[in-house]
């Protein structure tokens, strides 16, 4: 079947960028690094943007951990995570941060017979699956929850990500508020001593993982899912309700999130409460230096990311990741002009309204 990009093809590589309006014209280079987890909707973002404005973007997917580091090494203009960086490391590392959309991590399985939604699972079963403490399909505790489905007597070959992962920390952050057990033994990051399992590097490694090995369970986020049709399977929320992935369900994680009001944009949306809420979104952020090395670059990462908040909202919808709502946006925009300067303390972008 045709499963999602390797990672050595998960670069964007669109040419070359304008310069910034308030620079000179140059030939700038854009680049940013990170997460695996919005790399479907950065990648369609680029492709329009370099259609209507001629202006390229390269983006490395190579997962959260790797782009914080990158950013760090200022080897990047932007790195992107999904584990956001508190607010005191934030200011540490003399970044700005800001989130772009959400997303929700689905557990998906190759199960012959069972089809999307077929299956359902509660955070405390899924927790003793990753810990290695349930081994079979036909267990009891996944017997209880899905009555009705056919489940075989077949060994579950867990996957999990093997690189510093903003999926992971998302994944693992619920476990952790779910299963004592979890919490106690493995923790909540963007990596983790995994008790059980094998390792796949990215998404797309997890992705296709899955969809080769029978028996097999995994976590991706919903984009990663949907392009490569997989089996995902329904989820037991903070409420009790069985709920399924999508866009309306991650939009209810969200609800209740004061974006505006939390220092460096610091939210995290596991196990939310409320009936249509699915308990494993996230938010996905970009990191910028507040004192950029190449003002006109980060210039032009600004304008990049205006314009997908303006106009790229129906394209993440198309891939059910959620946009931010617009008095976010103007929070975000606002933090750009009075916090990303140049040397001489000039904002880099303000954003037209």
Do not use: C
């Not at 205006?306 to 946006?329: N, Q, T």
């Amino acid at each position: 079947m045709q499963v999602v990009r390797t990672l050595s093809q998960a670069v964007i590589a669109l040419g070359t960028l304008a310069a910034a309006s308030t620079y000179p014209a140059a030939a700038i280079d854009i680049s940013g690094a990170g997460a695996t987890f919005p790399y479907p909707i950065y990648a369609k973002w680029a492709d329009a943007y370099k259609k209507e404005t001629g202006v390229g973007l390269n983006y490395q997917s190579i997962g959260s951990g790797g782009g914080i580091k990158q950013i760090q090494a200022k080897t990047v203009v932007f790195g992107a995570s999904d584990m956001p960086l508190t607010p005191d490391e934030v200011t540490k590392a003399g970044l700005v941060q800001f989130p772009t959309v959400i997303g929700g991590d689905v557990p998906v399985v190759n199960l012959e017979g069972i089809k999307p939604g077929d299956l359902k699972l509660d955070g405390a079963t899924l927790a003793q699956i990753y810990l290695g403490q349930i081994k079979r399909w036909d267990d009891a505790a996944i017997k209880k929850l899905n009555p009705s489905a056919k489940l075989p007597s077949q060994a579950i070959v867990v996957v999990h990500r093997s690189d510093g992962s903003g999926t992971t920390f998302i994944f693992t952050d619920y476990l952790s508020k779910v299963s004592p057990d979890w919490k106690s033994k493995v923790g909540a990051n963007t990596s983790v001593e995994w008790p059980a399992g094998i390792g796949a590097k990215g998404n797309e490694g997890v992705a296709n993982n899955v969809a080769q090995t029978k028996g097999a369970l995994g976590y991706v986020e919903y984009a990663y899912a949907k392009q490569n049709k997989m089996t995902t399977v329904d989820m037991l929320n903070k409420d009790g309700k069985v709920v399924s992935p999508k866009a309306e369900t991650f939009q209810a994680a969200a609800a209740n999130a004061d974006w505006e009001h939390s220092p460096s944009f610091y939210v995290i949306l596991t196990d939310q409460p409320g009936a249509g809420t699915w308990p494993i979104a996230g938010a996905t952020f970009i990191l910028i230096h507040k004192q950029p090395q190449d003002p006109a670059a980060a210039s032009e990462a600004l304008k990049f990311f205006a314009w997908a908040y303006g106009k790229g909202g129906k394209m993440a919808e198309d891939l059910d990741y959620v946009p931010m709502p617009s008095g976010v946006v103007t929070a975000i925009e606002g933090v750009w002009t009075k916090e990303i300067k140049d040397a001489s303390g000039k904002p880099v972008f303000t954003a037209a309204h």
